[in-house]
């Protein structure tokens, strides 16, 4: 019997030192005392000049949960028991806090193969082998939902507003959409081979799917293909979808190693048609897919060990990069910034104008998923490693790591960068906070400054708020360098129709976001018409 000193309640951070004393055990009414430490409090300094901070007192309990504690700071820790005959001290204790946490994760009981985060960080949706589709709100691990399908989930996709998923099953040959209201599909679609890769527009309209041989075009409204186009007897196929719908990119992977004469193409469509726009043949399969919001550029990985960049208006490389196997990459919502990770255990970022890296980061083991905000600001990387590590563009170092128990096989981050997700082969999804972000968030991707647009369009941005359900939009569009002519006021969506342009005239165009907090923030002339 005696005083034992526990450690902090699990989550708090890495525990430095345990000691235990064989003091008399007491009924007792205990007091926990708590001291932050610098450099010049040492244990053996606390013992003569004792504690000056008290934390609780008079309490009945053998434990007590800390709260609000700073992150990467060390802190001491002493209890003392009393009851009518006396006191007795616990040893000095002392612990360090992480330098993140999770703000909360959720164990799926197997590997968690597919997490994607919706554009506006509120929704998160998870899938593994354990069959399940999973929706979270951002604040809680408890499931909004789930639905079992019965088959593993090899890929996911969520629109910018979280309001529709889609889920690809391999096992089941199937495509599934779910509205967030519901854990019933809203439909399915069976195309009689594994489902490799799916993804939807950030407006939720459209749906493009992978699937072995084939690429398919849906519309969220209908399970019977828009179109489909047959690419071959191929064992897999990657899809990305511009997030103002009208680009798809495809890639014919071989990640099995079962196909001896594959094409090894990037393919790349508009939505309205079947037909290619344009190949690339590249020297070996193609591993990873990426498309810039706007469909303006394309990132391309290949087993022949090159990162391959693309215009839309060309199947000319503009440049590529040889890093060794490029095995995941993505690309910023303008194509300003384009980040890889390869086999060789580096995470590569570079600059749409070069091919030589902006940094480089050695991870130790291989690189398996990558993820940039819309902005390019911030990149989150994952691999065999069992550890997710956070990155400003600024530099190759990390801003924090985080290390789990398995395999990190999949990551997403949120369009500003705020909330980020990783789901791990120890069967657990991982939600953070970047709280190095501002918010309310607004960035406009399309159209892009100087391009040609039809009279009439559509102009779209990403944006982000801790008080979404008072986060509303005000456009400006003129012909002024700086546009001062609302056209629309408090609206909702994530876009706005402009109607009746003037032929052969430069328009310019913002968004200002307010949230309940009153908060403003101004886009600059993003994108002219």
Known sequence: DGIRD??????????????RNNNSHYNFENVIWYFESNESSTADEMIKTGFTNLYASNLTETSYDLSSLERNTTYLWQVVAKDPSGQSRSSIMNFKTALISPEWSYDTGDNVNAVAVSADGEYIVVGGDDDYVYLFDKDSNTPLWSHDIGSDIESISISADGQYIVVGSAGAGKVYLFNKDSSTPVWSYYTGAPVDSVV????????AVGSVGYVYLFSVDSS???????LGDLPYILVDFSADGEYIVTGIGDRQGSCSSCDNRVHLFGKNSSTPIWYYEAGDDIESIAISADGEYIAAGSHDEYLYFFNKDSNTVIWSSNIGYVYSVDVSADGEYIVAGSENEKVYLYNRNSSTPLWSYDTDDFVESVSISADGEYIVVSGKNNIVYLFDKDSGTPLWTYETDGDVYTVDISADGTYLSAGSYDGNIYTFNNNLTSRPSVFAYGPRSNAEVESSHVLRWFAGSDDRSNLTFDVYLDTDSDPDTKVADDITTFYYNAQCLDIDTKYYWKVVATDGNGCLLYTSDAADE
């Open 200 to 207: 939807i527009d950030a407006m939720g309209e459209y749906i």
């Open 6 to 19: 526990r450690s902090p309640s699990r989550g708090l951070g890495d525990v430095y030192k345990r000691q």
């Open 224 to 230: 019977t293909p828009v179109w489909k186009y047959e």
